[in-house]
């Protein structure tokens, strides 16, 4: 699954490091550090943590069939206007 | 145009988009999210789909994704015609042809120009063609670094302490690679955030190991027998002996391609109105070519009405987004691009945010925090108003200078502010002078004109 995270908008809660270690981590205080490609066993962590981002920043495709977690990605289109 | 004129073109248009990396692939997203179901092409020069870069400097160097793999997500379906691995040659606006390097023909109703920058090449072409002279712009290019390192070189020479120069030096140290930066102003960043953050900045190379080397040029890279870099030579005559020399001397803008289209684009980018149209080279705005992206510079109205070109990821979202909407809308539904510039970084360790144009600052403050523990706010000011903010590790804090930035709010900066210390009295924020270039300012301030000064119009030859 792709993903990238608007690191704009992250403040470094950590949240998804939390959910998803294999994906995202923290390096140093505030810094996000993130695989873009996250393998496929990771999809319901990933889901969630898209989920857990207080300020909706991380956008992933491939999540879809996982019901309203996986709305990430629909969310951000919306965000458009 | 007439509503007939513009239902028929969201129908069954034909929209070309040239750059098929993140502002293309937005503005494609954009575009069929609000209805636009004609023909979508997108042309791109690399033979990959839009990839992210600012991994390639940060976690596929620090070993923590592949270089291969930043493909970026997709929020919908696009149904376009990717044009992958061929390069657009020429545009011809009077015909509404962009021409391709295998020699086909586009034809479109709507032009959007994503093209974005290249990285600025060693200037001695010889020298540039040595084994171990990188450059730092596309996946290939992490790829090819991250190999290099890997391989343990002796050591890792960086010119240009830029950000992308200052995150590679980040991951050599973390890989415990020795490596030297050489910059040609006073410190690391000034060119993007002044001298007194650029002190900051010293502090945090040095300490981590970084041999730093201010106010020098480097001369000369010398090779050896086998065509391998093997040192640098420098304006103060010392020479480093290196085998991986990592070029940072900023960007290039990608417009050569349409020299002689009579379009007002040049050497500083592609000039466009706020509502992203560009302007021909008499500063004409035309109706059907848009830009987006690292490309455009484009006027601010918080900023005085200035062309800025801003080499900011969130800048070819936003601009993505809106060029997008204004091709496909009539005139009183259109939006104008008033984004406010962001920029995000990471080097050893810490977290560098900003918000605002930091550039145009004349003095700074340090309302939270410190610069000697390096976990900061500092915000610049501008004939007597906020214009700018930047954060290390204080994240935070930045939305809510983005509102004053907003409201034009008086500097000094009058509000009591938590963790406000002794040190939190404005001082000239030590730009260098802009027309010394330092190495690649992300943000480029480029005056009233739409036409390009630099450019000179020669008209294409049939
Ligand atoms: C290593 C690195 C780290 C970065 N880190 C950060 C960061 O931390 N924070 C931040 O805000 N920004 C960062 N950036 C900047 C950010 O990646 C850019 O702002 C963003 O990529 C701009 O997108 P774009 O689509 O406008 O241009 P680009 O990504 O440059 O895409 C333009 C595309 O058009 C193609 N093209 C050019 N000419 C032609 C032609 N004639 N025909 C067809 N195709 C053509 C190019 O090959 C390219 O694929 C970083 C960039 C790099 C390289
Ligand atoms: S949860 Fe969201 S805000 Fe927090 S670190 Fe992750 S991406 Fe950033």
């Given at each position: 699954m792709?993903?990238?995270?608007d ?11 939390f ?14 550090i ?5 393998p496929?066993e ?8 898209v ?14 069939g ?16 | 145009?007439?509503?007939d ?25 954009t ?38 793999r930043?493909?970026l997500?997709h929020?919908r ?7 992958l691995?061929?390069a ?42 040595l084994?171990?002279?990188c ?9 090819d ?15 240009g ?12 140290r ?34 981590n ?9 480097v ?29 940072s ?12 289209s009579g ?33 455009a ?20 979202v ?5 060029a ?9 539904d ?48 501008y004939k ?29 900066v ?5 963790d ?14 802009p ?28």
């Amino acid at each position: 699954m792709r993903l990238v995270v608007d690191l704009n908008k992250c403040q470094g809660y950590a949240q998804c490091a939390f959910l998803a270690p294999d994906v995202f981590a923290m390096h140093g205080e505030e810094s996000l550090i993130y695989n873009p490609h996250a393998p496929e066993e990771q999809r319901e962590r990933l889901a969630r943590a898209v989920a857990a981002c207080p300020v909706q920043a991380i956008t992933a495709d491939g999540l879809e069939g996982l019901g309203e977690r996986g709305t990430g990605s629909a969310q951000e289109a919306h965000d458009v206007r | 145009m007439s509503a007939d004129h513009l239902g028929q073109l969201r129908r069954e248009g034909r929209i070309v988009i040239v750059g098929a990396s993140l502002a293309g692939l937005r503005a494609a997203e954009t575009l069929r999210a609000e209805g636009f179901a004609g023909e979508l092409t997108l042309i791109g020069d690399e033979p990959y789909e839009p990839y992210d870069r600012p991994p390639l400097s940060k976690s596929v160097l620090l070993g923590k994704a592949s270089p291969h793999r930043t493909d970026l997500p997709h929020r919908r379906e696009i149904d376009a015609k990717w044009r992958l691995g061929v390069a657009a040659t020429g545009l011809d606006l009077s015909a509404k042809r962009v021409r391709l390097a295998d020699g086909d023909e586009v034809e479109y109703d709507r032009l959007l120009i994503a093209t974005g920058v290249r990285a600025r090449p060693w200037f001695k072409e010889d020298e540039a063609r040595l084994d171990g002279v990188c450059l730092l712009r596309t996946r290939d290019d992490a790829d090819d670094l991250y190999q290099r390192l890997k391989a343990g070189p002796r050591r890792v020479f960086i010119i240009g302490a830029g950000f992308a120069g200052s995150e590679v030096a980040s991951a050599c140290r973390e890989m415990g690679i020795p490596v030297t930066v050489a910059e040609r102003a006073g410190a690391p960043l000034v060119g993007a955030l002044g001298g007194v953050i650029g002190a900051v900045a010293t502090g945090l190379q040095t300490e981590n190991g970084v041999d730093l080397r201010t106010h020098v040029t480097v001369t000369g890279l010398e090779g050896d027998a086998t065509g391998r870099v093997r040192a640098v030579h420098l304006s103060d005559e010392s020479v480093v002996e290196a085998d991986v020399v990592v070029v940072s001397l900023g960007s290039m803008r990608n417009t050569e391609w349409l020299n002689g289209s009579g379009l007002g684009a040049g050497p500083r980018g592609i000039a466009c109105d706020a509502g992203c149209r560009a302007f021909d080279f008499r500063g004409i705005v035309t109706d059907d070519v848009f830009v987006a992206g690292d490309v455009a510079r484009s006027p601010h109205a918080l900023f005085g009405y200035q062309f800025l070109s801003l080499e900011h990821w969130g800048n070819a979202v936003a601009q993505a987004q809106t060029a997008a909407h204004n091709m496909i809308c009539d005139g009183a539904d259109r939006r104008p691009h008033l984004w406010m510039p962001a920029f995000w970084s990471s080097m050893f360790g810490v977290n560098i945010k900003s918000v605002g144009v930091p550039p145009m600052g004349e003095q700074i403050m340090i309302t939270q925090g410190s610069l000697a523990e390096r976990r900061f706010v500092g915000v610049y000011g501008y004939k007597g108003r906020i214009i700018a903010a930047v954060s290390f590790d204080n994240t935070r804090w930045l939305e809510f200078y983005q509102r004053q930035i907003e409201r034009g709010a008086p500097f000094p900066v009058e509000f009591p502010t938590v963790d406000r210390r002794p040190e939190g009295r404005p001082v000239d924020a030590d730009f260098p002078d802009p027309s010394l270039p330092t190495h690649g300012p992300m943000i480029t301030l480029s005056g009233y004109s739409p036409a390009d000064q630099q450019l000179v119009f020669h008209p294409a030859r049939h």
